[in-house]
Every structure is written in C-alpha cells, then in structure tokens.
C-alpha cells in the first residue's frame, strides 16, 4: 500500500513538472505573439501611434481649412470694404508737384505721375489708359506733351476685382495661335536673347546703332513703380506745316520735336538722331527720364492695348490708309480703328525706330509697327535698317520711366 502511495507520489510530481515546463513554453509562446502583436511592424502600439499621428494631421488639416476658410472670408470682407473705400486720386495732381506723385484709379490701380505734369482724363481708369500732360516739366515748347500710362503686374478691371497680368518683357507672334508669346522677362535683360533670329535688346552695342539710355533702370524703376509711359502719339515736328519731304537718306534733326496732337510726324531722321532727340526731351530732370521706345515698351505696349481694347488681335493689325497723316488724326474711318487704350497709330502712319538691335553689319538698326502704305506691316512688326536711313516712312516714339 505505501509502495503504491510513493509510486502514484512520483507520477503526480512527473505530471506537475511536465505541466510547468510546458505551461513555460506556453506562456513564452504567448508573450512572443503578444509582444509582436504589441511591438511589431503591425503591432499594436505602432498602430495606437500611427492612429495619434492621423488624429494630429487631420487636426491640423482640418485646422489649415478653417483658416483657409477664415482667410477667405476675411479677403471677402476686405474686398468689400476696400470696394467701398477706393475712390479715384487722379484728379488730385495738378502739375504743380515739385515730386513724382503717386495716386489710384477707382478700380485700386496705381499711377506714378511725374513731377511737372498733370492727368488729362481723371474720370478714367488705367485700363483705359490714363492720360498725363506737360504743364510744368519741360520748356515752352513741350508744355502740352502727352503720355499714356502702361501698367504693369496686376491690373484690375474692375471693382469687382478682376485683373489682368502684364508682364514688362520682349514677346513675339504666334501666327497659328494668333497670341503673343514673352520670349524675354524683364528681369533678365542682362541676357541676350533673339527674336526672329536678328533681333536683340542689349546694354551696349557694337553694331553702331544706339540702345537705350540705362536699360537696367528703365526695367528696375518701370517694375518697381508698376508702369510706365508711352508717346500719346508719334513724335512730332513742331516746326513743319505740311509733311517733310527730302531727299532719302538724310536726317535733319534740327527742328523741335512734340508729342502733340495735329503735328506732322518727324519723319525723315535716322535711328541714331531719334535716339539724341528722344533722351534730350527731358534730360535735365531728376525725377523722370526720357529716351527712344525699347522693345520691352513697345512689346509690352501691344500686349497692354490687346487686353484693354476691343481690339485683341491689335498685333496684327496693318495701316488702312495710303498717305502720311498728323499725329492723331481720327478724320477718316479708316484710320479711327487705331487708337486703342488712348494710345494712337502704332499700327499705322509711320514705322517707328527703337532702340532694339538687328544684328545684322549693315543693317543694325530695327524700326516697328505699321506704315501708312503697307499693309504687310503690323503693329507688332520689326523691321531692320542702316544706321543713316532715313525716309519718309520712318519716324519716332519715346517714352518716360520713374527714375526713382
């Protein structure tokens, strides 16, 4: 009986042994699955955390709409008190300034108006193109000269807040698309980059041919001020009573030159003389330069005049009619269609010489837009010349920047 007993003693302590070690393994097996399960690629925590982190970035999600959300309806708030509170300042400048004035239209575009000069049309806005006049600026002669505003960045169109980009740079034509393509930004006139294979804008040439005064503070100061002028119309002879007529090839630079309405355009003169006559009109002036149109004006010009008018492919429009006419002059239907944005025939009249360069020896001088004879020449044409060429067909347009 006690043999038995121990014997059975013995089975349970095997049995209880065995269990415990396999209880052990059990429990080791357990703790792997769970420390996997806890810690693993898939884990648990790894999960908790990935769960905290969506939690956060939808927070902050959700966070960045509600600002988004807030931003907008404070801009809409803005707008509409800035609505509200935008009256025009153009009519507040009279010309007796002794600095530059800045001032806005109704719609919240700026206009810089030089020292010595006044706004013609104040009940106007920019995209109409704002008018500037000569009072005070310049001698007795120049007394009633006119400029037309071009703006650059943002321009709006309305109050309701609705704007065009004009970007200051040298465009060209895509005849398919019929749109203008910029080719050169103005911020990188140091480049040289060529339109139609000869053309180029540069700082200084070898060609003979003159280029702009300070191209750099021309772009520097146009950006900066968010525009510039452009001639009303075509440089006028102050002093001619019926158009020139000499012999080809000769500039005869002496007489004054205007721009003015009813003048007969000063034509016979080469691109070098346009240049002089252009940087003298007002080179005594701290406030505000003068010098031959370049090709980012004129360009930016076109692309101005194509957003703003009724006209949007003015780039290619062509002169309607066969003779030279005074600067302005709207007495034929044929020639109203081009005054555009106050601005008048870059697409007619006269072709006009710039400071751009045709790199070409003979030929480095480049005359635009249309003439009165041609109608293969466009508004936004570029057409190359001889530094002493001079015709019928060529005259002139400057321009004024901010030197400030």
Known sequence: MERNIEKIKKQVKGITIITLVVTIIVLLILSGVVI??????????KKAKEGVEIYQNAN???KIELDKVANSIGDYINSDKEKEEIKSTLGTVTGDEKTNTEVNDCYGNKVVVPSGFKIVNPEDNVPDGIIIEDVKAGDEISKGNQYVWVPLGKVYKNTDGEYETINLGRYDINWEKHTLEIKQLAENYSEIITIGEIYQELLNSNYGNSVARNLEKYIINSIK???????????????????RNFDDYTSNPDSVPVVKEEKWPYNYVSQ?????LSKNMYSTNNNFESDLINSYAWDTAIQFIQRFSDNKLYSEQHAAQGNIKTTGSIDIASNSYDVKCNIYDMANNTSEWS????????????????VFNQENYVSFGRYYGGTISSHATYSFRTILYINE
């Open 36 to 45: 996997n399960f806890s810690l693993g690629n898939n884990g648990i925590f």
């Open 60 to 62: 902050q999600n959700e």
């Open 225 to 243: 001020n968010k525009g510039y002028y452009i001639g009303r119309y075509e440089v006028g002879d102050n002093d001619a009573n019926e158009a």
């Open 272 to 276: 070098l003389d346009a240049s002089i």
């Open 355 to 370: 400071t751009e360069t045709g790199i070409k020896d003979e030929f480095p001088c480049t005359a635009r837009g249309g």
